[in-house]
């Protein structure tokens, strides 16, 4: 019986460096604020060449599967799930053939200049002949001597650009950064999301924390996934936010907020053991090759990007809209 844990594909992302534009000058007039406007930390041109940059270097670190390449233009936990994929498949494949990507049509949402600069993108993937119908959101910062892609989701099938979450922006164009603990006018702050979420990912937290989250496609395939291999195996299942990869959210238009943070999750399968000789097995992984017939443990990490919709006197429930997953590390007997 297979493990119900999905390792996902390579994305990625870029590393060229960005100048963010300075502030507008301005003249004081009677009844006007004097102040100048806030700094943009990329326009859309600069962002566009950006998208362009990282495309390139994807494709080229995705042919070789090079780590050092993959370094160039990812970090955070895209870095760490990409980095995993690519040993994977260089145990499974000696060689591959691969086809290069494109991402089409993107709409870029940019927060005043802050401690750390970034930005978010939502977009299409392009194939050579087929382009999704699902966005995808692509998150970078800049770090060091270059930007870097940090979050690279997917939207869940079916859903369309008009489905997602508009971003509210002021006057002059700029999206609103929201802290990890503000909880102003939200149904919990984005910290509170992470670690209440990490809980419902495996089956634990109250039933009022349950309440909270609309029904998506990861909690419903890890309690399909529970139930079905409950005859074969003890689970055990952990799952915390990933603190040392940054969350980063902004304010949505209907007084919300949109996150993108990172959820590390560990299971363990302890086989049971009977008349029939029992095992459990990861499909498709280098990491966790071949069938283990006394336990097997997986981490993962799962990059998800959610609404926290603002906070009414009725009930509201926080949405997971994206996800980008892969399996990290993992050991079996």
């Given amino acids: 019986m297979m493990a119900g844990c999905l390792l996902a594909g390579c994305s990625a992302l870029p590393g060229m460096g960005g100048t963010a534009n300075p502030p507008a000058s301005t003249t004081a007039t009677p009844g006007k604020s004097s ?11 600069e962002a566009t060449s950006l998208l362009a940059d990282y495309v390139k270097r994807n494709n080229a670190a995705n042919r070789a599967r090079s780590d050092k390449l993959l370094a160039g233009y990812e970090g955070g936990s895209s870095f760490a799930i990409d980095k995993a994929s690519y040993r994977s498949s260089r145990i499974l494949h000696k060689t591959i053939t691969y086809q290069p990507f494109a991402y089409t049509k993107p709409t870029f949402h940019v927060p005043a200049a802050g401690q750390t600069p ?18 995808t959101y692509l998150l970078f910062a800049r770090q060091g001597d270059g930007w870097r892609q940090m979050y690279s989701p997917d939207t869940f099938d079916g859903t369309t650009t008009g489905d997602l979450p508009a971003i509210a922006v002021d006057a002059s164009g700029l999206a609103t950064e929201v802290a990890p603990t503000d909880s102003a006018g939200l149904l919990m702050s984005p910290a509170d999301f992470a670690k209440k979420y990490a809980s419902h990912m495996t089956g634990k937290g109250t039933a009022a924390d349950k309440s909270l989250f609309a029904a998506d496609r990861i909690t419903t395939q890890a309690a399909t996934t529970r139930t079905k291999m ?6 055990t299942a952990t799952a915390r936010p990933a603190t040392r990869y940054p969350s980063y959210t902004l304010r949505t238009d209907d007084g919300g907020a949109l996150t993108f943070t990172t959820i590390e999750r560990t299971i363990r399968y302890d086989v049971r053991q009977g008349p029939e000789r029992n095992y459990v097995f990861q499909k498709d992984s280098g990491i966790l090759r071949g069938k283990y017939y006394t336990y097997m443990t997986i981490k993962d990490l799962y990059q998800v990007a959610a609404h926290i919709p603002p906070k009414k006197t009725e009930p509201g429930q926080a949405k997971v809209l994206a996800s980008y997953s892969g399996l990290v590390a993992g050991t079996g007997k």
């Fill in 35 to 45: 102040a100048p406007s806030p700094a943009r930390v990329v326009s859309d041109q």
């Fill in 230 to 235: 409950d005859q074969y195996a003890r689970i």
């Fill in 118 to 135: 970034w930005f978010l993108a939502t977009t299409h993937w392009q194939g050579k002949t087929t382009t999704a119908k699902e966005p």
